[in-house]
T-cell receptor, first 113, second 114 residues
Framework: NAGVTQTPKFQVLKTGQSMTLQCAQD?????MSWYRQDPGMGLRLIHY???????DQGEVPNGYNVSRSTTEDFPLRLLSAAPSQTSVYFC????????????FGPGTRLTVL | AQSVTQPDIHITVSEGASLELRCNYS??????LFWYVQSPGQGLQLLLK????DTLVQGIKGFEAEFKRSQSSFNLRKPSVHWSDAAEYFC????????????WGAGTKLIIKP
């Protein structure tokens, strides 16, 4: 199993550009989520999905879109990048149970100039 | 409101010394509690979790944590740290009235002195 994979590992954007961060998991997990990590703030939930075709907003959803057309993939789209979106982005997945371990991808470091 | 506090932004410990990382939470119901570790440039890995039962939980890499309901704490301990334990450690609480989201602490960075 590859676990949770994310691409790219690093990305630099200019303000106003759009892009998609890719996330895939091969563990057949129902639940997937996107977090951003900023210094001194821990992880903040952006969007999550409880299964294919179902997504919902987390704590900081503005400026981001998600879709879940398959169980395996959960891309995160930045619609019009802003410097405030400079961060490290983590994708995570777990089985549906509320006590299950979350498995994290290696992260994408995004810089918006 | 639910919250998790890790009071120490960073902690420096000598190799071979004991370690305790603090975590306090605010949550109305019986919490589900987690400790994750993030090595430099890596994603997060689960160290241990508590749901019910024995309040002393054993995890991977020789770590343990104790749930103390009266103190709303879930402190992480290790009797003797190794240089490879240098990492950032995150405490999280399961907010299961909110579609099973995790509420995260800000993290504690562990520095190991040789």
């Amino acid at each position: 199993n590859a676990g949770v994979t994310q691409t790219p590992k690093f990305q630099v954007l200019k303000t106003g550009q759009s892009m998609t961060l890719q996330c895939a998991q091969d563990m057949n997990h129902e639940y997937m989520s996107w977090y951003r990590q900023d210094p001194g703030m821990g992880l903040r939930l952006i969007h999550y999905s409880v299964g294919a075709g179902i997504t919902d907003q987390g704590e900081v959803p503005n400026g981001y879109n998600v879709s879940r057309s398959t169980t395996e993939d959960f891309p995160l789209r930045l619609l019009s990048a802003a410097p405030s979106q400079t961060s490290v982005y983590f994708c995570a997945s777990r089985r549906e149970g509320n006590t299950d371990t979350q498995y994290f991808g290696p992260g994408t470091r995004l810089t918006v100039l | 409101a639910q919250s998790v506090t890790q009071p120490d932004i960073h902690i420096t410990v000598s190799e071979g010394a004991s370690l305790e990382l603090r975590c306090n939470y605010s949550y109305g119901a019986t919490p589900y509690l987690f400790w994750y570790v993030q090595s430099p440039g890596q994603g997060l890995q689960l160290l241990l979790k508590y749901f019910s039962g024995d309040t002393l939980v054993q995890g991977i890499k020789g770590f343990e944590a104790e749930f103390k309901r009266s103190q709303s704490s879930f402190n992480l301990r290790k009797p003797s740290v190794h240089w490879s334990d240098a990492a950032e450690y995150f405490c999280a609480v399961g907010a299961f009235d909110s579609n099973y989201q995790l509420i995260w602490g800000a993290g504690t960075k562990l520095i190991i002195k040789p």
